[in-house]
C-alpha cells in the first residue's frame, strides 16, 4: 500500500502563490508516476500535472501550463506543486496520486485552495 498526504493548501489572492506538497509513505516509489489533480463540486475531475518518477519527465494540462510547476524530491518521497499566478477559477480541492502506466492507483485526502479577489 502508498499512501498519500497532502499539505499547504488554503487562501490566497488572485495573482499570489501556493505550493502544495505530496508526502508518500508506503512501498517505494521508484517505479511510480504522480500525478495532480483538482476538483470542484458539480465538475469532473481535472487532470494538472505529472512525473515520472525516474526519469523526471512531466505532463501538464493546457490550463495550468506556465503556471504551475511540478517537482520531487526522491529523498524525502515528495512531490511538490508550485502554483503561480492564481486565479479565481484556480480555486478547488487538490489532490495528488501515485500510480503505473497510466493509471492512478493511490490518492490523497485532497488539499482545499481558495482564491479570493
Known amino acids: 500500500q502508498v499512501q498519500l498526504v497532502e499539505s499547504g493548501g488554503g487562501l490566497v489572492q488572485a495573482g499570489g502563490s501556493l505550493r502544495l506538497s505530496c508526502a508518500a509513505s508506503?512501498?517505494?516509489?521508484?517505479?511510480?508516476?504522480v500525478g495532480w489533480f483538482r476538483q470542484t463540486p458539480g465538475k469532473d475531475r481535472e487532470f494538472l500535472t505529472s512525473?515520472?518518477?525516474?526519469?523526471?519527465?512531466?505532463y501538464y494540462a493546457d490550463s495550468v501550463k506556465g503556471r504551475f510547476t511540478i517537482s520531487r524530491d526522491n529523498a524525502k518521497n515528495t512531490v511538490y506543486l508550485q502554483m503561480d499566478s492564481l486565479e479565481l477559477e484556480d480555486t478547488a480541492v487538490y489532490y495528488c496520486?501515485?500510480?503505473?502506466?497510466?493509471?492512478?492507483?493511490?490518492w490523497g485526502q485532497g488539499a482545499q485552495v481558495t482564491v479570493s479577489s
Open positions: 496520486a501515485a500510480g503505473i502506466a497510466g493509471t492512478w492507483d493511490f
Open positions: 508506503g512501498r517505494t516509489f521508484s517505479t511510480y508516476a
Open positions: 512525473i515520472g518518477w525516474n526519469d523526471g519527465s512531466t
